[in-house]
């Protein structure tokens, strides 16, 4: 059963750089069938898809966050890592890192992290 | 780019068959996924490859996909199915994009 578990500070002050990590287990990042994704959720909104990242590929970014993003791999530790630089208040959610999984043109995200709260604030 | 539209909210009644749907420009040409999310939890992953069933999921969760409108279908509803639903497609050919999301609501 693959898991992943994000890791980072819960509060960021404004213009600075949010940082997580996501430890994979259960399975291997190195495995180039899949994908391994940010999404993040502001409190009583809908979900927003950030990016991912594969061993077999560069990162792709959502455009309206591109200038501000890198996703990043590690796969001695088996984690990926997500910064988001120059934050607001506006990057206040919940950030979960998953697994997406792709197949015959289409993609799917089948393993969810529990999410972590990251606030924006001084 | 890409916009999914999803209604705000949709409610049904235990045992009924609840319709939501997901409008995109030729969505039809695109593969789309559903995922269902509980309050506090972390989404669940019910429909991909616009009907296909992940392992675990209950037969009464399917999907279909044509035209501009991709619609997800909960038969014979139960008040575990209560949760907010949102359905995911391409972006571009290199990202992905949600709906807003459709909060079901089972009186």
């Known amino acids: 059963q693959v898991q992943l578990q994000e890791s980072g500070p819960g509060l960021v002050k404004p213009s600075q750089t949010l940082s997580l990590t996501c430890t994979v287990s259960g399975g291997s990042i190195s495995d180039g069938r899949y994908y391994w994704s940010w999404i993040r959720q502001p409190a009583g909104k809908g979900l927003e898809w950030i990016g991912r990242i594969y061993t077999s590929g560069g990162p792709n970014y959502t455009p309206s966050l591109k200038s501000r993003i890198t996703i990043s791999l590690n796969t001695s530790k088996s984690q990926f890592s997500l910064k988001l630089t120059s934050v607001t208040a506006a990057d206040t959610a919940v950030y979960y890192c998953?697994?997406?999984?792709?197949?015959?043109?289409?993609?799917?995200?089948?393993?969810w992290g529990q999410g972590t709260l990251v606030t924006v604030s001084s | 780019s890409y916009e999914l539209t999803q209604p705000p909210s949709v409610s049904v009644s235990p045992g009924q068959t609840a319709s939501i749907t997901c409008s995109g420009d030729?969505?039809?040409?695109?593969?789309v996924c559903w995922y269902q999310q509980r309050p506090g939890q972390s989404p669940v992953l019910v429909i991909y490859?616009?009907?296909k069933r992940p392992s675990g999921i209950p037969e009464r969760f399917s999907g279909s996909n044509s035209g501009n409108t991709a619609t997800l279908t909960i038969s014979g509803t139960q008040a575990m199915d209560e949760a907010d639903y949102y359905c995911?497609?391409?972006?571009?050919?290199?990202?992905?994009?949600f709906g807003g999301g459709t909060k079901l609501t089972v009186l």
């Open positions: 998953a697994r997406e999984g792709c197949g015959g043109g289409s993609c799917y995200t089948d393993y």
């Open positions: 030729k969505l039809g040409y695109n593969y």
């Open positions: 490859h616009d009907n």
């Open positions: 995911q497609a391409w972006d571009s050919s290199t990202t992905r994009v």
